[in-house]
């Protein structure tokens, strides 16, 4: 089924929402940016989720800059014992590592995908590295299909690699479809 065609179909999707929407609080179906309507055909509620815990490694880090001068501070006055501030900097290190190791998986976890009125571009939204909403745009035509990809029996990821070294990982199983016929259509069945 040709990928414009079924969104015309759904052309009364198009006029439910005129302006960019905030950071992931959407649910709605489509959004105007530019000359292009975009429709909603994917969305991983969870993606919020993903973006706290992005964003803990700025409070942890914060908290760090905060607490390892004030335990020095308090062991050259004597009113901590010495030594204390090591454990506080090796806490507050391991910390901060630990969180940054962590949100690794997540990197380039969409959460929303939109389609344009032609079928011909994707707009993947999701998360980066310090838990900040980005979209980018992707012309269908230059995605490597997810069959030509191995794909891992235990990975529940699918891949969308562009022809820039650009992977975003779609959880497809665990997010909403909203328009399953253009969705699959792009993505197959698999």
């Not at 609080?25 to 105007?32: A, C, I, P, Q, R």
Request: aromatic share 10%; net charge positive.
């Amino acid at each position: 089924m040709n990928i414009s065609r079924i969104i015309k179909q759904k052309s009364f999707l198009t006029s439910q929402l005129t302006k960019q929407v905030p950071f992931f609080l959407t649910s709605s179906y489509t959004t105007k940016s530019g000359d292009d309507n975009w429709s909603q055909i994917y969305r991983f509620p969870q993606i919020r989720l993903l973006s706290a815990f992005n964003k803990l490694k700025l409070y942890q880090g914060g908290l760090s800059i905060l607490a390892v001068p004030a335990a020095l501070a308090l062991e050259q006055t004597g009113h901590i014992p010495q030594s204390t501030s090591t454990v506080v900097a090796a806490l507050a290190g391991t910390g901060l590592a630990t969180l940054c190791i962590g949100t690794l998986i997540f990197r380039n976890v969409v959460g929303i995908l939109y389609i344009n009125e032609d079928g011909t571009r994707l707009k993947v939204s999701y998360p980066d590295f310090w838990g900040r909403r980005k979209d980018d745009e992707v012309v269908i035509d230059e995605m490597i299909p997810p069959s030509n990809l191995n794909k891992l029996k235990w990975n529940p990821a699918l891949t969308i690699t562009t022809g820039k070294s650009s992977n975003y990982k779609l959880l497809g199983s665990f997010g909403q479809i909203l328009e399953p016929d253009t969705y699959f259509s792009i993505f197959g069945r698999d």
